[in-house]
């Protein structure tokens, strides 16, 4: 997977190319890790380029959300694909992530 970063006013985004999947999620911990570590509290996660995503993904996904909130953070998903949207369904996860289908609109929910 490779993860691009990016910084929008105080908003970290990170554009992710590639599977999230079991396999190859170390990398995609330790960036996040790093951000939380460099002090960024507002995250944005892009999927436009997650084609697939299992169990593991998702894990990585709520470890993200829990670091962030042990820090006072916030993390939302954004372009989420159908198939992304439905695991979120699955796992009953959709009142925990917020997703956007456009990253103004993602960066402008974290203004008060």
């Known amino acids: 997977m490779n993860i691009i970063e990016r910084t929008l006013n105080d908003v970290t985004v990170l554009d992710l190319d590639g599977d999230l999947a ?18 960024s509290r507002k995250l944005i996660v892009n999927m436009a ?9 998702l894990g990585e996904l709520v470890y993200c959300y ?17 198939r992304l949207q439905q695991l979120l369904v699955i796992a009953k996860l959709t009142t925990v992530f917020e997703t956007f289908d456009s990253e103004p609109a993602a960066v402008s929910s974290f203004t008060p």
């Not at 380029?49 to 993904?57: E, F, L, Q, R």
Request: proline share 0%.
């Open 49 to 57: 380029k997650v084609s697939y995503m299992d169990g593991g993904g």
């Open 22 to 39: 079991l396999e190859g999620n170390v990398e995609f911990r330790k960036h996040v890790a790093a951000a939380i570590d460099a002090g």
């Open 66 to 82: 829990a670091g962030l909130r042990r820090v006072s953070g916030r993390l939302g998903l954004l372009h989420l694909n159908h």
